[in-house]
């Protein structure tokens, strides 16, 4: 082979490798979901570099997207959505996800495969810079709160993808991904000055079992997921496995928001369930 082709079969090579390291929901898209009776769906044989990718978006400094795994779902309806991820182990991949956590977000990254999102676009540094300073961010990922990021196409900041923090779920205890060290988020106004909102805390589960799940209610529209390990080693991630890969397994449930009429018949139930066990005590 010539010289040249060896340039050029290295050039393919790295921006093959690039693009697979962008925001991407190949394999991981759960679908367009009616929410009218109870409809599941588990998807497999996914996996992430690190454990600590979601932990890391916990802190002022942000998170590194390629350390994470995005899934989507769509509601035609208003629906009940319960999300489940867990470690898991396949083909070649023997690593586990030990302390899966994931954020739950309204909106979608760009899909175009010339156009895919990630955090070192020329329009994600521009806006990191802008709302933290030059290099005092790891990436564009929020696991607490609102955030954006664009693809290499973008020249503006209304180019940038959006997501809309709904909630998060993490596996285990403080002990595992710290004290919630982030405070509050940041963001650009329309005037572009840097403005700050509060964020939520870490929800986690109590338990280190490789197993976390979490359930909303939620309006129709088209949801990101971001999944990723929770183990937090601090805001520089120093002694945190940045290499290895590590298996997960997501899974959906989507089932039909109860009717007004149901809601008051399971609130009478209640009601008249207190009442007999007062009477009851009042007899004894």
């Given amino acids: 082979m010539k010289p040249y082709k060896y340039l050029i079969a290295l050039l393919c090579l790295a921006a093959a490798a690039t693009a697979s390291a962008h925001i991407s929901y190949t394999g991981r898209n759960f679908g367009s979901f009616t929410g009218s009776g109870l409809e599941t769906l588990t998807l497999g044989s996914n996996a992430v570099t690190g454990d600590y990718g979601w932990a890391s978006g916990t802190d002022a400094n942000l998170g590194d997207t390629h350390k994470l795994r995005a899934y989507t779902f769509t509601l035609q309806n208003a629906a009940i ?19 899966p956590a994931f954020s739950l977000y309204s909106g979608l990254a760009h899909v175009a495969p010339a156009a895919l999102d990630h955090d070192v ?51 285990g205890t403080s002990a595992n991904y710290g004290s919630s060290p982030a405070t509050s988020g940041y ?37 990101s997921v971001f999944v990723g390990g929770g183990q937090y080693f601090g805001t520089n991630n120093a002694g ?15 089932s039909s928001v109860p009717e007004p009429s149901t809601w008051a018949l399971l609130g009478l139930s209640v009601v008249i369930t207190g009442l007999l066990v007062r009477r009851k005590a009042g007899n004894s």
């Fill in 121 to 171: 676009s020329a329009i994600s540094t521009a806006y990191n810079n802008a709302i933290l300073g030059t290099t005092n961010w790891d990436g564009s990922f929020d696991a607490l709160g609102n955030w954006k990021i664009g693809s290499d196409g973008g020249s503006t900041f209304a180019d940038l993808s959006s997501f809309t923090y709904i909630g998060n779920a993490a596996d």
């Fill in 240 to 254: 945190a496995n940045t290499t290895s890969t590590y298996g997960v397994q997501g899974s959906i449930s989507v």
């Fill in 187 to 223: 963001a650009l106004d329309a005037s572009n000055n840097v403005v700050s909102f509060a964020t939520d805390t870490i929800h986690g589960d109590g338990l280190a079992d490789g197993v976390v799940s979490g359930t909303w209610t939620l309006s129709a529209g088209t949801y």
């Fill in 81 to 99: 959505v319960s999300l489940t991820f867990q470690g898991y182990t396949y083909g070649s991949v023997t690593n586990a996800l030990a302390l």
